[in-house]
């Protein structure tokens, strides 16, 4: 029966009109992710209008062409001019600019081509094997255990508010807060809607995450001032392939950091850039007499950071697709991108949506195929899109914000919206608060009310259907120390 769905994904995949939009999301994915300071989960914000009136697999294969394309191509000016692309691309630094100050810039890129094209497959072929196993495990899911898993997600918090946590509680709690905007659920009653019709339905989710990735960011790149001085790439990327001896050196480290990278991404908030760190210091430990040294050019450093960022991108969309928990935040903007089709992640979707689960596990293998021969073949002119001016990139990028919230129902009330949150992302990102704890509160805290409140009108309003289930008192437990270890930690600091 699986060989048969993959089959059918397969053949769906061959579609013309998916492969253009594969092919056409990788090089966009590749342009932004090449160029500093603009992100993978910016670049699915603003571009996910465009996917409206697709159908969800022609949709969802242009957002991950973007999402494997940025991911991979941010360790491009990490490696040339100590200058991530994406977060993720960060521990690709430590051996990557090494490696171009001694003048091997093409062989660290062609290692970092290669061991993304590793980790990627290995990732997916992750996320086809296990992700089956665990949405057949959450079918047997009542209210309460769903409960307990969207409170456990909200907890992830503590894993993405960066240096201070009492910041990302706040941004949380904003998220969660404008999550309860509209119609209640259970009274219909209205809440804070102030008299507006159009927030009778409450705030539109993709028109937020447009501002807050979009509108917020510009807004900041232009409060800190947009020239055109920036670091340029003059050198020739010569060759094409690695060599046999890299291929071997890397082999293993890339491998393993593929495995590990994607059990690190498939925990919710974990996410490419601590999946890159833990990878790269596992090689680190497991290689102690590596010569040379890890941090001084060697090349099975680029691979362990690069194939462990990349396979976090299959890792993360196990949460995601079984349980319609986001690992990361691009994964959160997934999910709004098959809400807008009425297909709701979850257990459900393995049994009602078996043809678009299995075009999309069949078509992220293809997309990093691509990437490998993309990859390869065009380094030279990846290299050159660093030296493209933000001044030129960010008006393009506000005309689609623009026409992206608009196209979402063709409502200007929904502009509004995103301005409105793009002014609150500015100040917060200021003020040094994180944003993507405000997208898990948006995302969660309407999974946690509507099951919540269901699991009491079971109990007739008794507390016994928490305690008494085992799953339910495991999750709330493990959400209670991922809240716990931190501050501890913090503390003892």
Known sequence: MVVEHILQGFANVMDPIILILMIAGILLG??????????????????????????????????????GGAVYAGSIPAILIRTPGTPSAAATIFDGYPLSQNGEAGRAIR???????????????????????????ALRFRSPEFFALAVFGLTIIANVSGDSLPKGMI??????????????????????????PELLTGVEFI?????????????????????????????EIEGVFPSIADLKSIAPVSIGSGILGSLIGSIPGAGGDIAAFITYNEATRWLKDAVPAFGEGNIRGVAAAESGNNASTGGALIP??????????????????????????????YQEETGLLYTIFVGFLLIYVFILIFGLLGANYWARLINIPESLIWPVIFVLCMIGAVALRGNVFDVWIMLAAGGLGYVMRLRGYPLAPMVLGLILA????????????????????????????????????????????AVRE
């Open 30 to 67: 590749i342009l932004m992710g090449s160029i500093p300071g603009m992100t993978a989960t910016m670049t699915i914000a603003v571009m996910l209008s465009f996917t409206f009136t697709m159908e969800p697999a022609n949709g969802m294969m242009l957002l991950l062409g973007i999402y």
């Open 111 to 137: 290692v970092s081509t290669v061991a993304s094209f590793v980790g990627g497959i290995i990732s997916v072929l992750v996320l086809m094997l296990f992700s089956p196993i665990v949405a057949d495990a």
């Open 171 to 196: 941004s949380g709690l904003l998220g969660m807060l404008i999550a309860t905007v509209g119609i209640d659920p259970v009274t219909s009653h209205q809440r804070f809607t102030f008299g507006i």
């Open 207 to 235: 028109a937020v995450m447009i501002g807050l990735f979009g509108i917020a960011e510009g807004l900041r790149k232009y409060s800190k001032g947009i020239g055109d001085e920036q670091d340029r790439v003059n050198q």
């Open 320 to 349: 995601t697709f079984t349980l319609g928990i986001p690992g990361d935040s691009v994964s959160a903007i997934l999910i709004g991108a098959l809400l807008v089709h009425n297909v709701q992640p979850g257990p459900e979707l």
């Open 446 to 489: 309407p999974i946690a009310e509507e099951n919540l409140r269901r699991s009491l009108v079971l109990s007739n309003g008794s507390l016994d259907i928490f305690y008494t289930s085992p799953i339910v008192v495991i999750v709330l437990l493990l959400s209670a120390a991922t809240i716990i270890t931190p501050a501890v930690r």
